[in-house]
């Protein structure tokens, strides 16, 4: 299964619970019977799935680059955490497709585990911390030893204040990975008109100033540092109406469009400049302006 990248109304259809609370339920549960089971990185990487998957309950598609910035580890390993949580049935991936061709990030979907249940002696409070290897008693400490509830309690209380920090960072950046960098936040530098001529193909902000880049590179390769003027962006249009006219025609790949546009830019600046340099022929000074016959519109000053 595919849907297109960003489609709002694709992801609604993905919904796998009904409420948050059902989603702290099924996450409270697996963790209970499985997290022996489970790498530290999967068992954050479940957790930080499980905050962005809140807007539409079940469903995360935060990037796999967001994940691993706020989990402290590497796209790779969060990678493998997705493949181990996916292979116990928790979460599964769905790919997406951008507007402009290619794979984006995958969409993280929390699977529902009915048949997993917490046992009535357990509470929701602690079922996140719980494992299967039992924790050191009473007993276990030596009587020699001081206790340290102050520090244990400090401790806690530290932990608390971080976990709600970082829970407010999670929730920030949910709401800007949701935003798109289209046209409207391309760079004041890049004059409007080009952005009205290329976002029919490129929509992204990014895109958009490569594609400027390239522009003033293409100038620059020909006539040095300059500054490109009216009668100039006539020929970047006309490159730029050629590179679409080409991929219409089926000629070239959609990401071959860019490349495609610099070299036939740079080839038109070229030609620009050589027209500019070309020596104008001198007329003959023995010329026979008075024995020259009327030809193709030359006046004959004989008549």
């Not at 929390?110 to 046992?119: R, T, Y």
Request: charged fraction near 30%; glycine fraction near 4%; hydrophobic fraction near 35%.
């Amino acid at each position: 299964m595919q849907i297109a990248s960003a489609d709002y109304n694709a992801l609604k259809h993905l919904k796998t619970f009904e409420n948050k609370e059902e989603i702290n339920n099924t996450i409270r549960a697996f963790l209970y019977h499985f997290k022996h089971k489970l790498t530290p990185a999967a068992i954050a990487t479940l957790k930080i799935v499980s905050r962005f998957a809140v807007k539409i309950p079940g469903v995360c598609w935060a990037k796999i680059g967001t994940i691993a910035e706020l989990a402290g580890k590497t796209s790779r390993t969060i990678h493998r955490a997705l493949n181990l949580l996916e292979e116990t049935g928790i979460v599964k991936r769905i790919k997406t497709i951008r507007k402009n061709g290619g794979y984006g990030h995958p969409i993280i979907i929390i699977q529902p585990m009915p048949d997993l249940s917490l046992p009535d002696d357990v509470t929701s409070d602690v079922t996140s911390e719980m494992s299967h290897r039992q924790e050191p008693t009473t007993a276990d400490t030596p009587s020699d030893q001081p206790a340290k509830n102050d520090s244990e309690t400090m401790i806690l209380k530290t932990k608390s204040f971080r976990e709600n920090k970082n829970n407010n960072i999670y929730m920030h950046k949910c709401e800007i990975d949701k935003i798109e960098l289209d046209s409207n936040f391309v760079s004041k530098e890049v004059p409007k008109e080009f952005v009205e001529r290329v976002k029919i193909a490129f929509t992204q902000a990014i895109d958009i100033e490569r594609l400027w880049h390239s522009t003033k590179v293409a100038f620059k390769k020909v006539w040095g540092p300059c500054r490109i003027d009216e009668e100039s962006m006539e020929l970047v249009f006309e490159a730029w109406r050629k590179a679409v006219k080409k991929y219409k025609q089926r000629k070239i790949e959609f990401n071959k469009i860019p490349g495609y546009y610099y070299g036939t830019l740079h080839g038109m600046v070229y030609d620009q400049r050589m027209s500019i340099y070309k020596k104008p022929q001198l007329p003959d000074l023995f010329y026979d302006f008075i024995g020259e016959e009327d030809d193709g519109g030359c006046y004959s000053w004989a008549e």
